[in-house]
């Protein structure tokens, strides 16, 4: 319970240290293995060099194309001018909730979120790589094409009840986001072959590598993982210095609080000998027999037992005493100093 306070402060610090190390890996490792994609041109030989690898499989490359739907593509709820292949309609609640400080804050929830997917290609120059699993994407970069912001009217009952409630409805927030037929794209992943060769297909890497499909080019979307990996660096120098001073002062407190300790049981031991020594030297030696202890016949009787009451021991012998008494072998509960007059 001593250091309750720092164990908590650092064990928060920890976990935030860990999530950004974890960000910071991944940021770093997504460089390296985008750095080291081969940008293959979509064209008659892209086929070829699929398929002269083993498992007609290439395990990270990067392709750029223009996205066409196989079939009819989707069309978007509030504009039918615009056509896409994936569809993210999202319906949120914007509230203002009281915290138990007091507090009013803004807060939102999703209510309902819906994916529409249409399979489609990347095509460019007439050759076409067919896109597996596009919602698996760590990045997918997709068009608002409506954000609609519903304000609430709450009556007066609402605002009384709300007050009470610790609960206020802002309004309803309805996004529309599309991924449109015609965009250029860059896709990152694993390039496969069909069986029979013919058709290609750009899907997540069985590695674990990030799978992408966005706007950007290539060198842009380092340099974005690169900002990414200088922030995540510096929270964790930020956070890991901050671990490494709270832990200091824990230890620093730990070691003050020891040496105080070890310091008082000194203290302690020196005034228990001095103590016994000044009772030694003033014991009268020529004691009669009923007042001396009955285990050394030496000392004079210092210590009484309770509850039985026998003064019986000197001090000396009363330390190696357990829990009977030696005179009528009862129950020892507490060892007292006598006075005997």
Same mark, same amino acid.
């Given at each position: 319970m001593d250091y309750l306070g720092e164990a908590i402060a650092l064990a928060i610090d920890s976990i935030i240290l860990g999530a950004c190390v974890k960000y910071y890996l991944r940021s770093k490792h997504a460089m390296t293995m985008i750095q080291g994609a081969p940008i293959l041109d979509l064209d008659k030989n892209l086929s070829e060099i699929v398929n002269t690898h083993p498992d007609k499989r290439l395990s990270y490359v990067s392709l750029r194309g223009t996205i066409k739907? %196989?079939?009819n593509p989707i069309i978007s709820n509030n504009n039918p001018k615009v056509e896409g292949v994936i569809q993210l309609l999202s319906i949120k609640e914007h509230i203002v909730?009281?915290?138990t400080a007091g507090f009013w804050s803004d807060h939102e929830r999703t209510i309902q979120e819906v994916h529409n997917v249409m399979p489609f290609?990347?095509?460019?120059?007439?050759?076409?790589?067919?896109?597996?699993?596009?919602?698996?994407?760590?990045?997918?970069?997709?068009?608002?094409?409506?954000?609609?912001?519903?304000?609430?009217?709450?009556?007066?009952?609402?605002? %009384?009840?709300?007050?009470?409630?610790?609960?206020?409805?802002?309004? %309803?927030?309805t996004t529309e986001r599309?991924?449109?037929?015609?965009?250029?794209?860059?896709?990152?992943?694993?390039?496969?072959?069909?069986?029979?060769?013919?058709?290609l297909k750009l899907q997540p890497p069985q590695n674990g590598a990030p799978f992408y499909l966005t706007t950007m080019q290539v060198p842009s979307l380092v340099k974005k993982l690169e900002d990414s990996k200088r922030s995540y660096r510096l929270l964790c120098i930020i956070f890991g210095t901050i671990g490494v001073v709270i832990g200091g002062l824990?230890?620093?407190?730990?070691w003050k609080n020891r040496c105080k300790k070890l310091d008082e049981e000194r203290r302690r031991?020196?005034?228990?000998?001095?103590?016994?020594?000044r009772r030694r030297r003033m014991r009268d030696e020529e004691l009669p027999e009923f007042q001396l202890c009955v285990v050394c016949k030496d000392n004079p009787k210092e210590i009484i037992l309770l509850p039985c009451g026998h003064v019986a021991l000197c001090e000396d012998c009363a330390?190696?005493?357990?829990?009977?008494?030696?005179?009528?072998?009862?129950h020892i509960e507490k060892k007292s100093a006598a006075y005997l007059a």
């Open positions: 739907p %196989i079939g909730q009281r915290s290609v990347i095509e460019s120059k007439g050759y076409q790589v067919e896109i597996v699993d596009p919602l698996a994407a760590d990045v997918l970069d997709m068009d608002v094409i409506s954000d609609i912001f519903h304000p609430t009217v709450p009556s007066v009952m609402d605002h %009384i009840w709300g007050f009470f409630a610790g609960l206020r409805q802002r309004g %309803i927030q599309m991924l449109r037929k015609g965009t250029r794209i860059t896709g990152i992943g694993e390039l496969v072959a069909s069986e029979d060769g013919k058709t824990m230890v620093r407190r730990y031991k020196l005034l228990e000998v001095s103590r016994k020594e330390e190696g005493i357990g829990d009977l008494c030696p005179v009528c072998r009862s």
